[in-house]
């Protein structure tokens, strides 16, 4: 990734006012370059901004923002490529929120708590927007389960409300489930995936939620942070465990038995994401402040080295995202930075 080529910038970056977590690239066809990030303050108040980079005076500037309780444990968009929903952002912590995106005002559509009978919530580490069926959210929690939202839109006097209703709930794994993602395995609608503090990768079928099938289990019993599915085949997918150094690439066609292992990060991985356009390539970010993307077309034979490299040299990368609708570019966020960088 040079930084000098011809007119246009390879790196763009943004300072927000706070330390930075949650992040997600816009969907939309007609907002190329969007995106929306979360705070991370430990405290109760948190914040959560749209930015989007004006291609003329090549800035980012803040289109809206809004308060959030608690830090965002993940942001995401619509998965509405064609512009044909409303222009809709979730967003997990506490709670599920469904929010309207608008300039400068965004608006709360609704909170989604499947947990009515408590006084306790059970914090949701993570979610995934399905992107065949827009009106399916999975949500993961620390009280072991995963939740399949149902989602209504209406447009009663032009005003958009959303409304939620539990599809099913169901004990994923043995302890705190940390993250979830739908397949685009058999249509793309019915199979997801969770990972938990048990060290399991697990998967489902919405079709047959009786039984799972257990995809990989860390041979230390290790917790498994974060997993992805690959955008294009839907036999791979990515995970990495707690404190690991490693991304562990698995074939569900042979489950147990990792087909590769990316291990050129020095701390920490803290984050991965799939290419939205080709089949082996994978991007991962972590604690020793870089940014690699690996080619894994060689798989099973050993992955030694990535094919691209970027330092962040002022601090621990803690987020990366590849654009769906922008493939030549990849976001990271870092500190209270977010750059966006060309491939």
């Not at 912590?93 to 006084?119: H, I």
Request: proline share 6%.
């Amino acid at each position: 990734m040079s930084s000098t080529a011809g007119k246009r910038k390879e790196i763009y970056k943004y300072l927000a006012p706070w330390p930075l977590y949650s992040m997600n690239w816009s969907v939309r066809p007609d907002k190329r370059f969007r995106l929306a990030l979360g705070s991370f303050i430990e405290e109760y108040n948190n914040k959560v901004q749209i930015i989007s980079l004006d291609e003329d005076t090549s800035e980012f500037s803040a289109k809206s923002t809004f308060d959030h309780p608690y830090p965002t444990t993940k942001i995401m968009w619509i998965p509405d490529s064609k512009g044909i929903y409303p222009d809709l952002l979730a967003t997990s912590g506490d709670y599920l929120r469904v929010w309207r995106a608008g300039e400068p005002d965004t608006r709360l559509e609704c909170v989604l708590n499947n947990n009515k009978n408590s006084d306790f919530c059970a914090p949701l580490t993570s979610f995934d927007w399905n992107e065949v069926d827009p009106n399916l959210v999975g949500t993961s929690s620390i009280d072991t389960t995963c939740t399949i939202w149902g989602l209504e839109t209406g447009q009663p006097h032009a005003r958009v409300y959303v409304a939620g209703h539990v599809k099913t709930q169901l004990i994923a794994h043995d302890k705190e489930v940390y993250d979830i993602a739908f397949s685009r395995a058999g249509g793309g609608r019915d199979m997801f995936a969770s990972v938990g503090a048990d060290g399991s990768v697990r998967m489902f079928d919405l079709r047959h939620l009786e039984h799972s099938t257990i995809i990989y289990e860390d041979p230390a019993h290790t917790a498994l942070l974060r997993l992805a599915w690959n955008k294009q085949d839907p036999n791979y997918l990515a995970t990495v465990a707690m404190d690991s150094c490693e991304v562990i690439i698995l074939d569900v066609r042979v489950p147990c038995t990792p087909v590769a292992r990316l291990s050129n990060h020095r701390a920490c991985v803290n984050g991965i994401a799939w290419a939205p356009h080709s089949s082996c390539h994978i991007c991962t970010a972590g604690d020793d402040h870089q940014a690699l993307i690996w080619d894994i077309q060689q798989m099973p034979r050993a992955i030694e080295d990535p094919i691209l490299a970027y330092t962040a040299a002022e601090g621990e990368v803690n987020q990366i995202q590849w654009g769906a609708t922008q493939p030549d570019w990849i976001s990271i966020c870092y500190n209270k930075a977010c750059e966006i960088l060309r491939v």
